[in-house]
């Protein structure tokens, strides 16, 4: 084994310490979430809330390895974002912004959360009202769950990625909604929040990527998006765009004077990570961040939206491929859902759905770990077609 290949496995799901790390970020940002959501009321502004979900983040995982001599990165790895209704995706906007949270929203809550590089997301749907959620939005979020359970039935070490671009396309399709375009899952690795290894949300000529089988002892971001519009998001506003991250195999002088002194600080604060403009010295951000866009120095992260009228939901967890099976160790429970559509007459994904998670049950004792994790995975199943 060479030495690269000894460092690779060091910072691999073959160490205990790599895991607890992810377990630990996990931990952290699914706490965040439940914060967040508790504070998701009508009238509730979203920027507030989403420096709510950061700070909390920051706070949880400053506390964590003070005491160490080498210095350990920890925090934020992707800023909180709430995505109201027909909104995609990456909502997180400026402490300017007055937008507040209505009676009856469809919320869509990202984030995500990484000690020493190791990266935690998670993302959640949930609807602002009292009792059971009915009607399209029921479906749209059975939909996206559904898929999500499928796709961490498939997300193992034999299948491929196109196996599972192919079963939460059919997953969305029962329920009448269409699977988002554009979203990817991707491998995470130590600092690396969008892995080479991608699974694509739709197949189509414009998006390509190589076929990758799963392998154990990797991790991966599962993200799946639905919508009950037809799934083509529109960037109609750059302005929205608040999330970046530095391309670091990108270099360019820059010529102004507001983009040198924007980049100097972005590559002295957020060296790796995606950082929000919130978090910037704002009066010049704006003007700097232009010209590092153009010559492909920070790549953005753009608020993507659909038709008016259409309802997008979203679901996204974090995947350890551990030896003994799959580790979903990020998520929350969904409101009870009374979907109109039903998966009762689809073999196939009844099928998916009943594939174990874990492939070995060693001992009876093993189940106290990530309790919460455990829980979505053996009742969620049923969840979707129950309702």
Not at 175 to 203: A, P, R, W
Not at 212 to 226: G, K, L, Q, R, W
Request: with cysteine; hydrophobic share 35%.
């Amino acid at each position: 084994m060479s030495d690269d290949e000894r460092e690779e496995r060091e910072f691999d799901l073959t160490s205990p310490e790599v895991v607890t790390k992810y377990k630990s970020a996990a931990e952290i940002v699914n706490k965040a979430l439940q914060l967040v959501l508790s504070e998701c009321k009508p009238k509730a502004k979203i920027v507030d809330l989403c420096e709510k979900g950061d700070a909390f983040i920051k706070e949880q995982t400053g506390n964590m390895y003070k005491n160490v001599k080498k210095k350990i990165e920890r925090g934020v790895a992707f800023p909180t974002c709430i995505s109201v209704n027909n909104t995609v995706c990456h909502f997180s906007p400026l402490s300017s912004d007055e937008t507040v949270l209505e009676e009856g929203d469809i919320l869509k809550i990202d984030m995500g959360c990484h000690i020493d590089g190791f990266i935690a997301v998670v993302g959640h749907t949930h609807v602002l009202h009292e009792g059971p959620v009915t009607g399209r939005a029921a479906d749209v979020i059975a939909a996206a769950n559904t898929a999500a359970e499928v796709a961490l039935r498939l997300v193992r070490p034999g299948k491929k990625n196109s196996d599972v671009t192919e079963a939460i396309q059919k997953v969305a399709a029962a329920y009448d909604c269409n699977i988002v375009e554009g979203v990817l899952s991707h491998q995470m690795k130590q600092f690396v929040i969008d892995g080479n290894k991608v699974v694509l949300s739709v197949t189509n000529p414009e998006t390509r990527v190589d076929e990758a089988e799963f392998e154990e002892n990797e991790v991966y971001s599962i993200d799946v998006v639905t919508s009950t519009g037809e799934g083509k998001p529109k960037l109609l506003d750059e302005k929205q765009t608040t999330i970046y991250k530095r391309a670091v195999d990108k270099s360019y002088n820059l010529k102004m004077k507001a983009s040198r002194f924007i980049f100097s600080e972005i590559s002295q604060k957020f060296p790796i990570m995606p950082f929000t403009t919130r978090d910037l010295e704002e009066k010049r951000a704006r003007l700097g961040l232009v010209e590092c866009v153009n010559h492909e120095l920070l790549q953005p992260y753009p608020v993507l939206h659909e038709k008016p009228g259409d309802l997008v939901a979203h679901i996204k967890f974090t995947v350890l491929l551990m030896p003994n099976g799959s580790d979903r160790v990020t998520s929350h429970a969904l409101q009870e859902l009374k979907p109109a559509k039903t998966i009762e007459n689809e073999p196939e994904i009844k099928a998916w759905l009943a594939l174990p998670v874990k492939t070995k049950k060693k001992g009876g004792g093993k189940k106290k770990k990530g309790k919460k994790g455990d829980k979505t995975e053996d009742s969620s199943q049923a969840e979707p077609t129950e309702g």
